[in-house]
C-alpha cells in the first residue's frame, strides 16, 4: 500500500470514528437497543465525504466483453476501471423499444451477492423479475459485481464477503470495501455518461441490505442520482467505532430535496422502527416515503411494483 492508503486509513480508522463518537450521551452513534442517532458536525461531515472523492481524469478504459441479444433486451457485459487498480465487471441491460437515450437504473445487491443476481428470478433480491420490469417500462438497467463478490470473490481468496462481518468480524475490512464499492458506482455513472443510449440526466439507485447503505453514501457525494429506492438498510450494527464512519445516519442530510423511498420489512431484525423514523426524519426529501411488507429482511416481489412507480415519477 502506499503512502497516500496509509494516512486514508489512518485517518478513516482512527481520527472519524472518533469524532463519530465523541457526541454526548444524547447524540451517540444507533446501536441495536437505541434511539438516538449520531448528529455529526458540519466539518465532520465534510471531513467523511473526502473519502467518497477519486480521480475524475483517472481513464475508465471501458470495453464490451460479451453482448447476448433477446426479442425484449440487450444485455452487455461491461467492464472499467474502478478505484484502487481494480476492473469493475457489470451487466448493462438496453431495451429494444427503440434506440433512447432511456433512463438508467443502477441495481446494488446486498453482502453476498453479484451483478447476475439481478436477472435470476428466485435470487434474494426478486432480481430477475425487478429488472425485467424495469426494462419493460424503458428503463435501461445496470448492476456491478461489488469489491469481493461475483466475479471480483478471487480479491477475497474466494471466500464469501459476508464472512468478514458475521464470523471474522473484519469492519476495518467491511468498511473499506464498503466504501469502495460506493466510489465504483460513480464511476460506473461516468460510464454512462459516456454511451449515447443512455440519458444521464436520468439515473436512479434500487438497492437491498448492504445496496441501501451504499445509496444513502452515493446520494450524499453524487448529484447526479436522481431518485432513490433503498430497501431493507440495516441500522442498528454501526456500533463499532470502525463502522461509524458508514453509517446512513450521517448521509441522510446529502440526499436533499430528491425523491427517496424507504422500503422495510416489519419483522427484520436489522432495525428497529423507532430507528426507522429517526432516518426518515432527518431526509429532507421532496418527495420522500417509507413503506413497511410484512417480511423480515427478504422484502416480498410485491416491492417491485412499489419501486418501479417511485422511479417513474422520480425520472420522468
Not at 226 to 253: G, M, Y
Not at 276 to 302: F, Q, T
Amino acid at each position: 500500500m502506499n503512502l497516500r492508503g496509509l494516512i486514508r486509513n489512518f485517518v478513516i480508522a482512527l481520527i472519524l470514528p472518533v469524532s463519530l463518537w465523541a457526541q454526548t450521551p444524547e447524540t451517540k452513534p444507533v446501536g441495536a437497543t437505541e434511539l438516538s442517532h449520531p448528529s455529526v458536525s458540519d466539518e465532520t461531515y465534510q471531513a467523511i465525504l473526502q473519502f467518497y472523492q477519486y480521480d475524475r481524469e483517472m481513464p475508465l478504459e471501458a470495453r464490451t466483453v460479451e453482448t447476448v441479444e433477446t426479442p425484449d433486451y440487450i444485455r452487455e457485459k461491461v467492464v472499467f476501471n474502478g478505484i484502487r487498480d481494480s476492473r469493475v465487471p457489470g451487466y448493462l441491460g438496453l431495451p429494444t423499444t427503440d434506440n433512447g437515450p432511456f433512463p438508467c437504473v443502477l441495481l446494488i445487491d446486498g453482502i453476498t451477492g453479484s451483478k447476475s443476481r439481478w436477472w435470476e428470478d428466485d435470487s434474494w433480491p426478486h432480481g430477475g423479475e425487478t429488472t425485467k420490469q424495469l426494462l419493460a417500462a424503458g428503463f435501461a438497467v445496470l448492476a456491478l459485481d461489488a469489491q469481493y463478490h461475483g466475479e471480483r470473490i478471487a480479491q477475497n481468496d474466494y471466500e464469501s464477503p459476508g464472512a468478514m462481518f458475521f464470523q471474522h468480524r473484519w469492519f476495518n475490512r467491511f468498511r473499506e470495501m464498503t466504501l469502495q464499492t460506493t466510489v465504483e458506482h460513480r464511476r460506473a455513472i461516468d460510464y454512462l455518461a459516456t454511451r449515447h443510449e443512455i440519458d444521464i440526466e436520468r439515473i436512479g439507485v434500487l438497492g437491498h441490505s448492504l445496496g441501501g447503505v451504499i445509496i444513502f453514501a452515493l446520494n450524499a457525494c453524487e448529484p447526479r442520482v436522481k431518485a432513490s429506492v433503498a430497501c431493507v438498510t440495516p441500522l442498528n450494527i454501526w456500533d463499532p467505532p470502525e463502522l461509524a464512519v458508514i453509517s446512513p445516519f450521517n448521509f441522510a442530510r446529502g440526499i436533499g430535496k430528491r425523491p427517496f423511498l424507504m422500503l422495510m420489512g416489519k419483522s427484520d431484525n436489522y432495525y428497529s422502527p423507532a430507528q426507522v423514523e429517526i432516518l426518515l426524519e432527518m431526509i429532507e426529501g421532496n418527495p420522500k416515503k417509507l413503506s413497511y411488507y410484512e417480511s423480515g429482511h427478504r422484502l416480498p416481489e410485491a416491492y417491485i411494483a412499489e419501486s418501479l412507480e417511485w422511479l417513474k415519477r422520480g425520472l420522468e
